[in-house]
């Protein structure tokens, strides 16, 4: 086994809750201790091969449940960073690291002496006192063998070890490309003409940005989000729009050294043929087989028909568009990158209403309190900033967070703002997770949410849209699932739940951001401290459902495309035209012309290609049926209706995969959930 030598991150943290030193931390750390932790994992393992006692659920399944705790350190801290605070040299780290875990796992996967033991085990399962999350967990280990081809003949486990170590080099090569390639580009402006009309939160943080660069005047912008969007809906020049969204469509595209186009036929391919060695005929027959949605026909009877619903809806809104530009002086078809403009210019003409009237009022610091404050008065918890617990960033918070009673229940931490090394988009992940130690020690979650939010400047706050808001409610909705776990084992806490289920926390949070109850609690002007006007509300909830159909379609086509890609039943050949692909996947989906021959969505497609929802992007419409009809129950009893919410902590929030996630649904509310409250939520 390797040796320790002191490495900082298995020495006992003398800190508050057990929460990582990271200044103690150096890049030169993480290596040696996956080396160390790596070999201590696959020596507890030949431990449990070896045990000469009769295989029972605690020697062998509880044993290997347990496995790894050293790694689960390490990997607590490294991965996060990896994400959010990653560098050229973490990146290299990860690249050494990674097809090291793959073989590890491949080893314990494919270890016939392991699996026999665990098949005695299972095989005794109704002779042996188990409770449900007992059962739970021996269910899905014994799968997790089974499915992973522990029933293969020695050839074809080495097939599939071969063909692990390849995806899980080639996923991190595909999400290290995009976030490379995306610190690259940057858009600079020195003819205010061009941009004169976007706000002036967004030419701000521009201009800052230019400075930062190396300008001494002008505007900088990029593909963070706090940069790109809000170019693109206030954006008046549509050739410099055409820029900054060729750019960004183009992620991965381009035929240079961050290119993603081969590694997205060979992950494709790869999956196809794992899947086929392990009996499966797509992986995506192989990837739903314990999701709420069985088998891909599911998927698309789900997909097909909430799109007979709303591509009506959506043809009409954008006829009605495309005839308010052309009423206003737009010449020809309006483009991909026209849309946003003429949608956010309609939005202000016809509901009165953009997102720099909502701005002033959304001032971040007021958000956390009206987000935290929304979970007091729904569970009845509390956040605590504590400066003791030690952060890896200096924009990034800690919160000690207090259940009704006062007791201890996790840690927080917020990461709000972009910066060089941080992925785009927004995720919920933690460093810990919730588990019990022994009879009596609960072992308490340490949770991250990250963001993307638009910074503050010189002289102003991070003021935030409603539509940051609403990611703010969802990735708190999943901080949530992980805080509240109450589980035996680790491997079933908190959202590690299927992957059509784990958004529905997050998603039912959304539904607040229209409640005047709770906007009228916390949303004041940062300059004068007036309430949001009942007017600005009214507003809000006017334009809730502005372009749902076309959104709706969007998401759909997503969903289409991801399903192509992973029901394939013949490989793609090597010069399959990725662009071509795509345009007949989500066809029957689209409302607005194709957009040109460089912009090629699969080549930065991370959701599928590197962040694990391969066959599962179908689960955010999936669970956006469920959060409709869940905080129906609200609605019915009222939106903080203190009995509702707690059912929903101790029914959903608390139980992790313990059991079934339709079971847990059905014992929430009842009933299977319904689409009709989805639809009358988005006006169909």
């Known amino acids: 086994m390797k040796k320790l030598n002191g490495n900082p991150i298995f020495r006992v943290y003398n800190t508050l809750h057990g929460t990582y030193p990271f200044t103690n931390f150096s890049i030169e750390d993480y290596e040696p201790a996956f080396e160390y932790a790596i070999s201590l994992k696959r020596e507890e393992i030949e431990s449990i091969i070896n045990n000469p006692d009769k295989p029972s659920f605690e020697n062998t399944i509880v044993a290997l449940e347990q496995a790894g705790k050293h790694l689960s350190l390490v990997s607590g801290v490294f991965f996060n960073l990896l994400h959010s605070n990653s560098s050229d040299e ?59 081809g522990a029933l293969l003949g020695e050839e074809d486990k080495k097939a599939l070890e071969q063909l692990s170590l390849q995806l899980s080099s080639l996923t ?155 009423n206003n002086n737009f010449v020809g078809e309006l483009q991909p990158w026209d849309w946003a403009y003429w949608a956010e210019q309609y939005k202000q003409t016809y509901y009165d209403l953009d997102d720099e009237m909502l701005r002033p009022y959304f001032e971040l610091s007021s958000v956390i309190n009206g987000v935290f404050s929304l979970a007091t008065r729904l569970y009845g918890i509390t956040f605590r900033l504590q400066p003791a617990i030690p952060v890896y960033h200096k924009d990034v918070n800690a919160y000690e967070v207090l259940d ?48 993307n939010f638009t910074p503050p400047t010189e002289g102003k706050p991070s003021l935030l849209t409603a539509g940051e808001v609403g990611t703010f409610l969802h990735e708190f909705g999943h901080a949530l699932h992980g805080l509240f776990s109450k589980v035996k084992y680790e491997s079933l806490s908190g959202t590690n739940v299927s992957r059509d289920f784990v958004e529905l926390p997050s998603q039912l949070m959304e539904n607040w951001l229209t409640e005047r109850e709770w906007l009228d609690g916390f949303a004041r002007h940062y300059e004068t401290q007036d309430k949001i006007p009942q007017l600005l509300i009214d507003k809000i909830i006017k334009a809730r459902n502005f372009l749902a159909g076309y959104a709706a379609c969007r998401q759909l086509s997503f969903g289409y495309l991801d399903m192509a890609w992973h029901t394939l039943r013949d490989a793609l050949p090597q010069d399959q035209d990725i662009k071509t692909f795509e345009e007949n996947a989500w066809a029957k989906a689209m409302v607005l012309p194709s957009s040109p021959p460089s912009c090629v969505m699969s080549t930065s497609f991370g959701h599928i290609f590197s962040g694990g929802y391969a066959s599962g992007y179908y689960g955010y419409k999936w669970a956006e049926v469920l959060d409709a009809d869940a905080f129906a129950c609200f609605q019915e009893h009222g939106i903080f209706d203190k009995s509702t919410a707690d059912s929903f902590r101790h029914k959903i929030l608390e139980q992790g995969d313990r059991q079934d996630a339709a079971d847990l649904y059905r014992s929430f509310r009842g009933q299977d959930a319904d689409i009709q409250p989805l639809l009358r939520r988005t006006g169909l």
């Not at 314990?108 to 665990?118: A, C, G, M, Y």
């Not at 098949?119 to 002779?127: E, I, T």
């Not at 008046?236 to 729009?241: K, Q």
């Not at 009506?312 to 005839?323: C, D, G, M, R, Y």
Request: include cysteine; glycine fraction near 4%.
């Open 90 to 148: 973490l990146m290299k780290v990860s690249e050494r690291v990674i097809p090291q875990l793959s073989e590890l796992s491949t080893y314990i996967i494919l270890s016939r002496p392991l699996f026999d033991k665990v098949k005695a085990v299972y095989d005794s399962k109704d002779d042996l006192d188990l409770s449900v999350e007992d059962r739970r967990l021996l269910q899905n280990c014994y799968d997790g063998f089974v499915e992973s």
């Open 172 to 326: 991190l090569t595909y999400g290290q490309n995009n976030l490379r390639e995306q610190n690259i580009f940057k858009l600079f402006v020195d003819n205010q003409d061009q941009i004169s009309a976007m706000p002036q939160a967004s030419l701000d943080l521009a201009a800052d940005k230019a400075l930062k660069g190396g300008h001494q005047s002008g505007w900088l912008f990029d593909l963070s989000a706090p940069s790109y969007f809000p170019f693109m809906q206030h954006c008046p020049d549509s050739s410099l729009r055409k820029e900054m969204y060729e750019a960004k469509m183009s992620l991965g595209a381009v035929d240079n050294e961050y290119c993603n186009k081969q590694i997205v036929l060979d992950i494709v391919n790869k999956r196809k043929e794992l899947a086929n060695l392990l009996g499966y005929e797509t992986y995506a027959h192989m990837a739903l087989r314990h999701r709420m949605a069985k088998a891909p026909e599911d998927v698309y009877g789900l997909l097909d028909k909430l799109l007979e619903a709303y591509k009506p809806l959506a043809v009409q809104e954008t006829a009605k568009i495309s005839e308010y530009a052309h």
């Open 404 to 451: 009704t009673d006062g007791s201890y229940l996790g840690v927080l931490y917020t990461d709000f703002f972009p910066r060089e090394g941080k992925k785009s988009g927004a995720w919920m992940s933690n460093f810990q997770e919730q588990y019990q130690e022994g009879q009596s020690k609960d072992h308490r979650p340490h949770i991250v949410v990250v963001m």
